[in-house]
């Protein structure tokens, strides 16, 4: 809790993602954690205008990109990763559970035998409780799953990255009814989370602006026990599971979960067809 890195927060409004460059404030050090690659899925045309905006903001602070981190496997926008990592260095890395979605995934979209379900597509894959190193400061690894198998919160210095497990107290939680998603199984997750220190900085990877307020990502443990819409005030597993399971029954399929899987379960990379294209999917009826 004594080292407090600097942060900065990007948000991208076409999928209400927040993506951030974390600093190590006592050296160059930093790391990316949740890139966006822009899509326009109607043309099949990628850009990377949020990317070279991390980019630049990179290169002007003079920084040495060590990590590009994904909390999980996103299913509402494709991650930038390799792009970043050819400009800027820096090791990608999400949790190991990567290979759980991988294998479910790679089923649905008939994956032939050359994808790798092993994660293999990463260089570093996160386990429960593992630290690693942003410049002099130790950030760990804490597996959040219930939204997704593979969800990591980063605990970094006083930060914690908790992907999509909570929202803003007024945003609740993360739907968990994807493939391998479980509402009880993050209730359990957003529990630890919320046994961190009461001061600890939280930081949303999304925030869809409830009741049409401006846009926030950053709240604290206290806060969150407090006033979470979903968890707060010390609501029970069983309550917890209700509202979710409610909820989600309203939800559709993120617009851009197609494009989104198919790319971020391959680190980030667009796959090939056989004559080395750059194609996706649409599997038929199989969502
Ligand atoms: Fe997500």
């Given amino acids: 809790m004594s080292v407090k890195p600097e942060i900065q927060g990007f948000y991208d409004e076409a999928t209400a993602t927040i993506s951030y460059i974390v600093k190590d404030p006592t050296s160059n050090a930093a790391a990316i954690i949740d890139s966006v690659m822009d899509i326009d899925y109607a043309a099949g045309r990628i850009t990377f205008e949020h990317a070279d905006m991390l980019i630049s903001e990179i290169e002007r602070q003079g920084l040495k990109l060590e990590w590009i981190i994904e909390t999980h496997a996103h299913a509402d926008h494709l991650s930038a990763a390799p792009y970043i990592q050819e ?98 199984t993050l209730y359990d997750s957003i529990q630890k989370v919320l046994s961190l220190p009461g001061e600890m900085r939280l930081f949303m990877c999304h925030d869809y602006m409830p009741g049409g307020r401006e846009v926030k990502w950053e709240t604290t443990v206290a806060e969150e026990k407090a006033n979470n819409i979903h968890v707060g005030g010390g ?35 667009i796959p090939t067809d056989q004559h080395g294209d750059k194609m996706l999917k649409v599997p038929v009826n199989k969502l």
């Avoid at 930060?159 to 945003?171: E, H, I, K, R, S």
């Avoid at 599971?241 to 198919?262: A, F, G, N, V």
């Fill in 235 to 269: 609501k029970t597993r069983e309550e917890f599971i209700r509202i979710r399971t409610e909820r989600d029954k309203t939800l559709k399929m993120p617009t851009l979960i197609i494009p989104s899987i198919q790319v971020n379960i391959r680190a980030g990379h």
């Fill in 87 to 184: 400009k800027l260095g820096g090791k990608i890395g999400i949790g190991e559970n990567i290979k759980i979605v991988q294998e479910v995934f790679g089923k649905i979209f008939n994956e032939g035998t050359e994808f790798q379900r092993d994660g293999s597509q990463f260089d570093a894959l996160f386990t429960d409780g593992m630290t690693y190193k942003i410049g002099n400061m130790t950030a760990f690894a804490m597996h959040t799953p219930g939204h997704t198998p593979a969800c990591m919160t980063h605990v970094i210095g006083d930060a914690a990255f908790v992907g999509d497990t909570l929202f803003m107290p007024d945003g609740g939680s993360a739907r968990a009814d994807f493939p391998g998603g479980d509402a009880g």
